[in-house]
T-cell receptor, first 113, second 116 residues
Framework: AQSVAQPEDQVNVAEGNPLTVKCTYS??????LFWYVQYPNRGLQFLLK??????LVKGSYGFEAEFNKSQTSFHLKKPSALVSDSALYFC???????????FGAGTQVVVTP | DGGITQSPKYLFRKEGQNVTLSCEQN?????MYWYRQDPGQGLRLIYY???????QKGDIAEGYSVSREKKESFPLTVTSAQKNPTAFYLC???????????????FGPGTRLTVL
């Protein structure tokens, strides 16, 4: 069975500082990993994904994520956070042999001016 | 949210009533999904469909029903059997479900259902 964990309910960061949102996963085969962002009362927006290839994946709005197979992690990063990055972030995983996407519980990011 | 529409945005239901949530996509995607979102619990899969006239139960299908008569449409009915239906409902679609290809899912703007 596949699973994903986001160990932090909330991350607080000052504007201009680096932002990291953590995600670890468990799958039986090779993982397909995704990050999404959700603003209040809105649907989820796709940020980036890892399927294969380079471990560092670049996505929308200046976000990037690093796939670490030995640590089964896929942490989301942004070098310099903006107040507008304040939102709910979801990590998701899919085993390559199974179509369902498993979501983490989400991490609320709060960026203060 | 582009390409997937959900209606209504807000829906109020009395206990004992069935309600239907609409989801339409113009992305020519094969697969469509319904999720339920509750605070602190992430997204939970209700039903999904990989092809017209076929659908499968997700993790929390009890009290819900769906149909997939057209590729573009995947309506969700919340029946009176669903004991705690108040939640935010999200519809999504993707190019391929099942094996391989790693296509991301695209989400609609959601419907907030409240039981009075």
């Amino acid at each position: 069975a596949q699973s994903v964990a986001q160990p932090e309910d909330q991350v607080n960061v000052a504007e201009g500082n680096p932002l990291t949102v953590k995600c670890t996963y468990s799958v039986s085969g090779n993982p397909y990993l995704f990050w999404y962002v959700q603003y209040p009362n809105r649907g989820l927006q796709f940020l980036l994904k890892y399927i294969t290839g380079d471990n560092l994946v670049k996505g929308s709005y200046g976000f990037e994520a690093e796939f670490n197979k030995s640590q089964t992690s896929f942490h989301l990063k942004k070098p310099s956070a903006l107040v507008s990055d304040s939102a709910l972030y979801f990590c998701a995983v899919r085993d390559e042999g199974w179509g369902k996407l498993q979501f983490g519980a989400g991490t609320q990011v709060v960026v203060t001016p | 949210d582009g390409g997937i529409t959900q209606s209504p945005k807000y829906l109020f239901r009395k206990e004992g009533q069935n309600v239907t949530l609409s989801c339409e996509q113009n992305l020519n995607h094969d697969a469509m999904y319904w999720y339920r979102q509750d605070p602190g619990q992430g997204l939970r899969l209700i039903y999904y469909s990989q092809i017209v006239n076929d659908f499968q139960k997700g993790d929390i299908a009890e009290g819900y029903s769906v149909s997939r008569e057209k590729k573009e449409s995947f309506p969700l009915t919340v029946t009176s059997a669903q004991k705690n239906p108040t939640a935010f409902y999200l519809c999504a679609s993707s190019m391929v479900s099942g094996r391989a290809l790693g296509h991301e899912q695209f989400f609609g703007p959601g419907t907030r259902l409240t039981v009075l």
